[in-house]
């Protein structure tokens, strides 16, 4: 798991430990991802299905893609295809993906990379492995986060953050046994590169076996953990256990809390978690396929506008 390492976490800026007074996130579920596949055929993991829309929000839906070893010829991605009223958040934790946009964003992202892409209006897009990863094969995997966006941001302009790893943010725990990325958002003053549009946090967080993380977090937003690879605990009083592929839900509080098991699988020799959270948008959601919009009628125009080549069209295609 490339991502962004650090070979000495003791260099990094530390987070501050809980406080008398800091009270830490309860847990209130803990769901497993059902495993499909997506576009032209690779493998994800659904991580927020099961989960009440209304514990999301200020997110739609995540998918963790692959991890997957793709043989030579056999890499996949997603067909042209269009979005409206929300942003696709593309992170790459090993191997490339190339994206394509008929707004003239794009690029390609590998390791640690992320793509940020506000659908906003609307419009086309294409993301699929480089023509020379689909010939000699490898490893591909990666996260993708769809974030709402509030009502008077949906028409918005499209636009395009091209987020690369050097830019994150990278924090460690107080005891120095957790890598902490931070994509978006702030984490006890320390902010991330990426822009939003309502007030959310990204992280990326790598616990040692047998380490511990407090994770301070904005008490105004929602907090969900899901766990990449590994397993571990979440949670501080009421610590459930969680393990590769599992979401927790948890409740309002200053802090939450993260451990990791002293024995890992071999395979993945740390926990991996991916840490989001938002302010809560607090709107009604019409959500059908590629589409997040307020009402069906808006998803219905979508599907016209879409239909009538509004979108724009396939560059190269
Ligand atoms: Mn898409």
């Known amino acids: 798991m490339p991502a962004i390492t650090v070979d000495d976490l003791t260099v990094l800026p530390r987070l501050k430990a809980p406080g008398l007074g800091d009270q830490p996130r309860p847990v209130w579920q803990v769901t497993t991802a059902p495993q499909g596949y997506e576009g032209e055929g690779f493998p994800v993991r659904r991580a927020f299905a099961g989960i009440d829309m209304l514990h999301l929000d200020p997110f739609i839906m995540m998918d963790q893609m692959g991890e997957v070893e793709y043989a030579p010829g056999e890499p996949k991605g997603t067909p042209w295809h269009p979005h409206r009223g929300f942003e696709t958040v593309t992170y790459i934790i090993d191997g490339v993906f190339e994206h394509q946009d008929s707004h003239g964003g794009g690029g390609t992202i590998t390791n640690g990379d992320t793509q940020w892409m506000t659908a906003g209006s609307g419009l086309l897009h294409i993301e699929t492995p ?167 009628a808006e998803v219905a125009a979508a599907y016209e506008d879409f239909q009538k080549g509004r979108f724009g069209l396939p560059i190269g295609g």
């Open 130 to 296: 480089p023509e020379w990863l689909v010939q000699a094969g490898g490893l591909f995997h990666g996260v993708q986060l769809w974030v709402n966006l509030p009502r008077d941001s949906k028409m918005n302009d499209p636009r395009y953050q091209d987020i690369r790893s050097s830019e994150v943010a990278l924090l460690t725990g107080a005891d120095a046994g957790a890598l902490v990325r931070v994509i978006a958002g702030s984490v006890d003053g320390h902010a991330g590169p990426g822009s939003t549009y309502s007030p959310m946090t990204l992280v990326h967080a790598t616990v040692e076996p047998g380490a511990r993380l407090d994770l301070p977090w904005n008490v105004d937003h929602n907090a969900l953990v899901y766990v990449l690879s590994g397993s571990g605990k979440v949670g501080a009083t009421d610590a459930s256990a969680i393990r590769t592929g599992q979401t927790a839900v948890l409740g309002s509080g200053d802090y939450l809390t993260i451990a990791a098991d002293e024995k890992q699988e071999s395979r993945s020799p740390k926990l991996e978690v991916i840490v989001v959270g938002g302010q809560p948008i607090r709107e009604p959601i019409a959500w059908a396929g590629p589409f997040v919009m307020n009402t069906k």
